[in-house]
């Protein structure tokens, strides 16, 4: 029985030696498929088989040209090659453009790199409205050529709204241009949202609409509760980013909106922690897949500890709405997101300007805050990837440190934990930073270790390369529009339906008008009469034709850099939209209102008005709300956020609480709400 069961015990074992030899063995095949080399300056290596990239032109095979070796043991490599001067530069994420690209040009060859545009616009827009001068950094951006060559920059955030040849295009000139220096480093590219329909396109925010796939706002997304064709949403739209070389995004805002008068509310998945738990993991693995690799794009999720508790709804990119409170005890609430964010794999992770008050904090921006980088999110969250700065917090928003020189604030966020610093294309400081000893080598090494690897997972050292003509084709796919067509039907939500008014029946006249003030134009009411019509219904010019009213509000409440630090007030016709219009209209003819909701509007002016129908929008097309009220799309969608009663409750609530769990009373509409038709 000994013998028997020794036996038994050996050939167990033996399988297992076997079984993992078989594993080691698929391993290494795997690590030696040969992948595409894209190369313009360097020289090839030959060595068996298998072909490499002789980036420092050394005429050898180092090990961070090696593609069969691990992201880690490869960036040691590097690390090691790199200079102060090189490491330091490399900290830095400047905004960088092509030149001519402030107006689109469909099908333009344009593709000079620039030393235009920086972000100088955003500091004239900040400036514009603190009451009091912020220091300008010494060089807020360069020259491409300059930034790459001289600064030693390899991060770049490109604001260019542009056709997808001339992006691509415009990528593979920079990326040539890193190709061709000492050690041959890459450039990654990032960029705020592309594939939004958007109200507040501000710097910073939203590139706006371009020629890549159109889908709802964010809230829209939420609003959807389909976590599926969200994660479709990433995969698409980083397939179009891919095509044209951005390979990183500056999104998306695992943020929550429980103060309803923040000004960033738009780019968030609404008020519930799991809502935006469920939408951040979609969103993540949609863009990064699995694990972070060739078919990637990187994902900055933002803005850690979370940004909606802002004091009074203002936004800590001015002096006056640098402090957020928790009065609900709510900070773990806010954390929930950002631990799906780092459990689905989020590449970096960005902290906001604000700064916390309370006897549990240090009242000092989170880029500087130690307990919230360092203790918080790397050790008790246990994320391991990259802390990217915002934008200016060392020169523009340094909320809490401002008695610190440039130089002692570098110090102070380099040891709370971050590793590039967004917003400055000058490293002189940071590198008089560290020669002065204030920071080691080792610490920056740390960072330095961390942006490569990222580099090295998304094979842009093998090849950064892209196809302009492939990524025309690809860009605004046909195809892939009809899955952003569906989201926009998807993403509508339907409040209330008196009398069974929706949907309209066929034959029913209606007066289409929207109502849009962006401050600009003369009129901001428009009467819309399609000229392809397959709704059934007949669109007439004004109200006495009509049998019905259909009225499109998209309240605009000036964008975030509108800002002035007065009272922000969520009531319609504090909104630039026109009450009573709205109500002389809703009293001639039986009418549905649908209201695009940026933020959580208060909209209690229309209540005694006897509307039929609410519908809420969040960033879609008017074919999408037609298809809804006539019944060609049975509406599903349900509210991200709640929709207050009045602005009275608005200011009784506590801005670190979501709507739900207000007090009885505080809500018009609840979080969740939504009804379809029978």
């Known amino acids: ?83 102060l001067e090189e490491k330091v530069g490399f900290m830095v994420i400047s905004t960088t453009r092509m030149a001519g690209d402030q107006a689109f040009q469909q099908g333009s060859s344009n593709t000079k790199i620039s030393s235009g545009f920086n972000e100088e616009d955003l500091i004239q827009q900040v400036n514009m409205f603190t009451r009091k001068p912020l220091p300008v950094p010494n060089m807020t951006a360069a020259g491409t050529t300059k930034a790459v060559k001289t600064l030693n920059l390899r991060h770049f955030i490109l604001r260019a709204n542009t056709d997808a040849r001339t992006l691509a295009e415009w990528s593979n000139n920079l990326q040539a241009l890193c190709e061709n220096t000492r050690l041959g480093i890459p450039a990654i590219v990032a960029s705020n949202p592309r594939n939004h329909v958007t109200v507040d396109n501000s710097v910073g925010l939203s590139v706006g609409t371009t020629t890549f796939s159109k889908w709802p706002g964010e809230l829209g997304l939420a609003a959807m509760r389909d976590f599926k064709l969200v994660r479709e949403f990433g995969a698409i739209a980083a397939i179009e980013w891919r095509s044209v070389g951005l390979r990183k995004g500056y999104m998306y805002m695992a943020d929550l909106a429980t103060e309803p008068r923040w000004q960033r509310i738009e780019g968030t998945f609404g008020e519930d922690a799991d809502l935006a738990a469920k939408m951040i993991t979609a969103i ?13 794009v990187a994902l900055t999720t933002k803005h850690f500890p979370g940004g909606g508790p802002q004091v009074d709804g203002q936004d800590s990119h001015f002096d006056w709405g640098k402090n957020q409170a928790y009065p609900g005890g709510m900070f773990q609430y806010h954390l929930i997101p950002f631990k799906a964010a780092i459990k689905a794999g989020t590449s970096a992770i960005m902290p906001y300007y604000s700064r916390p008050t309370g006897p549990q904090f240090e009242e000092v921006g989170y880029s500087y805050n130690k307990a919230i980088i360092r203790d918080t999110l790397r050790t008790r969250l246990g994320f391991q ?81 892209v196809d302009p003509e492939r990524a025309a084709q690809l860009v605004g796919h046909p195809e892939f529009q009809k899955k952003g067509d569906l989201a926009m039907r998807k993403s509508i939500v339907l409040l209330r339906n008196s009398d069974h008014l929706l949907p309209l029946k066929a034959g029913k006249k ?39 009213v259909l009225l499109w509000l998209i309240p605009n409440g000036g964008g975030l850099f509108s800002s002035a630090g007065t009272p922000i007030d969520l009531s319609l016709s504090k909104n630039r939209i026109d009450v009573a219009h709205v109500k002389e209209l809703v009293r001639s003819k039986p009418t549905v209102v649908a209201i695009n909701f940026t933020n959580p509007w208060v909209i209690d002016e229309l209540e005694p008005a006897g509307l039929k129908g609410v519908l809420a929008t969040f960033g879609t097309t008017q074919e999408a709300l037609l298809d809804v009220v006539t019944g060609k799309f049975n509406p599903t969608g349900k509210l991200p956020f709640t929709i207050p009663s009045s602005m009275k409750v608005v200011l009784e609530n506590k801005p670190d609480v979501p709507g739900y769990l207000e007090p009885d009373g505080y809500a018009l509409y609840k979080f969740g709400e939504g009804i379809h038709y029978r």
């Open 1 to 83: 029985m000994k013998k028997n069961g020794w036996f038994c015990h050996w050939r167990v074992v033996t399988w297992f030696l076997v079984f993992f030899l078989l594993i080691s063995l698929q391993a290494g095949a795997k690590r030696a498929s040969q992948p595409v080399l894209g190369h313009r300056s360097a020289e090839l290596l030959k060595i068996g088989k298998l072909v490499f990239k002789d980036l420092n032109g050394n005429h050898q095979l180092d090990p961070y040209e090696d593609w069969r070796l691990p992201a880690e043991q490869r960036a040691s490599d590097l690390v090691a090659r790199m200079t």
């Open 284 to 296: 993540v693995q949609g863009f990064q897949g699995a694990h972070l690799g060739p078919n990637s």
């Open 510 to 548: 209606v007066f289409f008008e929207t109502l849009y003030d962006n401050g600009r134009s003369k009129s901001p009411s428009r009467v819309i009469k399609p000229e392809v019509n397959p709704w059934g219904v007949q669109f007439v010019s004004t109200k006495e034709e009509a049998d019905v």
């Open 385 to 465: 990837g990259i802390i990217n700065s915002d934008t200016g917090p060392i020169d523009m928003m340094p909320w809490g440190v401002e008695n610190l020189t440039i130089p002692e604030r570098y110090q102070k966020a380099l040891l709370a934990g971050v590793d590039i610093f967004s917003g400055n294309a000058d490293p002189s400081i940071l590198l008089e930073t560290v020669k002065k000893g204030m920071v080691s080598e080792e610490r920056i090494n740390e960072s330095i270790t961390r942006l490569l690897k990222e580099k090295f997972q998304l094979g842009l050292f093998e090849n950064p390369y």
